[in-house]
C-alpha cells in the first residue's frame, strides 16, 4: 500500500488571510451630521491649524470625521507649500495633462488633495499629485487640501491613492521608497517588518521594488507569481529585513539576466513573441511541480537559475509558445 508524502516544511509562514469587513447593519456605525460639528481643536488638530496659519494658508473649516471621528481640517493653501510625499510614483506627463485640460474647461477644482503636515515645514500630499501638478501647469496660486493632522496616513498612499491605477513597477517603487523613508527613523528602523504591512501592503513588493530601483526596465511581472506566493513579512527588525529583500533582489536580478540569455537563443532561432520571458520562466520554475509547503524563495530562485543555465533552446518547438501565457514582455 503506498503511503503518502509528508508534506514539506520550509520554515514558512503563511500570511494571514485578508479580513474583509462584514456588512454592518445600517446606521450603526459612527456618528451623525449634528456630532461631527468641532468647535474647538487640540492636539493634532491645533498644530495643523497652526502650520496652516504660519504657511500663508487659510482654514475653511474643520470637522470629526464621521467613520473614524478623527479631526480633519478643510484647507486652502499656498500651491508653492505643498509637494507630494517623497516616496510617490513618478508622475504621469499624459495624465495631469488631462487633468489640466478639464479643469481648464469647468474652471472648477472640486475635488481637493489630501495632505499631512511636512516634517520641516510646508505640507506633503500621499493623495494629489497630479491634481497639484494640474493646477501648477494652470498657473494656480492656492489649492484646496483635506488636511489630515495624523502624518502616518502619508505611508498609506497605496491605500489612498485613486486617481490612476498602479502598475506592478509603480507600486512596487512606492513601496520601497516608503521602505527607504521608515528606515531613516531610528525608532522605525527597529520595529519588526511586519508592524508595517497595511503600508506596504505585500512582501513581494519591497523585493519587486529594490530590482526596479536597480532596473526601471525589470520585467516584475514574470516572476511576481512566485514571489508574491513565497515572500513573507519578516518578525526581524525592518533596518534587517531589507537586507533579505536585497539579497532576493539580487538573485532575481541576476536569475533574469540568465533568462534574457535564453530568450536571445530563442529569438536567433526565429521564435517571436512577447510572452517569450513568461514563457521561459515557466519552464525553469519548480513550484508547479511541487505539492504542498513549497520551499523557501531563496531556493526556488537558486533552482530556476540552474535550470535557465542549463536551458537547451535546440528541443523548443514555435507550437510549445502556443500555450504560453503569463504577463507579456511589455507589461510594465
Known amino acids: 500500500m503506498a503511503t503518502a508524502k509528508p508534506k514539506r516544511k520550509s520554515g514558512l509562514k503563511r500570511a494571514p488571510a485578508k479580513r474583509t469587513p462584514r456588512k454592518a447593519k445600517p446606521g450603526t456605525r459612527g456618528l451623525l451630521p449634528e456630532q461631527c460639528r468641532l468647535d474647538s481643536l487640540s492636539g493634532d488638530a491645533e498644530e495643523a491649524r497652526v502650520r496652516i496659519a504660519r504657511e500663508g494658508g487659510l482654514v475653511v473649516g474643520a470637522y470629526s470625521d464621521p467613520l473614524g471621528k478623527n479631526a480633519l481640517l478643510l484647507a486652502i493653501l499656498p500651491i508653492e507649500r505643498i509637494e507630494p510625499t517623497p516616496f510617490q510614483r513618478d508622475l504621469s506627463q499624459a495624465h495631469h495633462r488631462k487633468l489640466a485640460d478639464v479643469l481648464d474647461r469647468t474652471g472648477m477644482f472640486l475635488d481637493p488633495v489630501i495632505a499631512v503636515t511636512a516634517p520641516e515645514g510646508g505640507f506633503w500630499t500621499p493623495n494629489g499629485r497630479h491634481r497639484l501638478e494640474a493646477m501648477r501647469r494652470l498657473g494656480a496660486r492656492a489649492i484646496t487640501a483635506l488636511i489630515v493632522p495624523k502624518r502616518e496616513v502619508a505611508w498609506q ?4 491613492n485613486t486617481e490612476k491605477a498602479h502598475n506592478l513597477r509603480e507600486k512596487s517603487l512606492e513601496v520601497i521608497r516608503i521602505t527607504r523613508g521608515l528606515l531613516e527613523n531610528a525608532e522605525d528602523a527597529k520595529r519588526a517588518e511586519n508592524q508595517f504591512s497595511f503600508y506596504l501592503e505585500e512582501a513581494s513588493l519591497v523585493t519587486l521594488g529594490v530590482c526596479y530601483e536597480k532596473s526601471g526596465k525589470f520585467a516584475g511581472g514574470a516572476y511576481n507569481p512566485i514571489v508574491r506566493r513565497l515572500e513573507r513579512f519578516s518578525e526581524e527588525p525592518l533596518s534587517k529585513a531589507i537586507k533579505a529583500h536585497e539579497k532576493h533582489a539580487d538573485m532575481l536580478m541576476d536569475l533574469d539576466a540568465r533568462v ?7 529569438k536567433a532561432r526565429g521564435f517571436v513573441s512577447p510572452y517569450l520571458r513568461a514563457f521561459v ?9 511541487i505539492q504542498g509547503e513549497p520551499p523557501p ?9 540552474e535550470r535557465a543555465a542549463k536551458f537547451n ?3 523548443i518547438k514555435q507550437e510549445d509558445l502556443a ?4 504577463a507579456p514582455d511589455t507589461e510594465d
Not at 157 to 160: G, Y
Open 157 to 160: 498612499i497605496l491605500a489612498l
Open 260 to 266: 534574457a540569455e535564453v530568450i536571445a537563443k530563442l
Open 281 to 289: 520562466v515557466a519552464r525553469v520554475n519548480p513550484l508547479r511541480w
Open 297 to 305: 524563495l531563496e531556493e526556488v530562485l537558486k533552482t530556476m537559475r
Open 313 to 315: 533552446t535546440e528541443k
Open 323 to 326: 500555450t504560453a501565457g503569463g
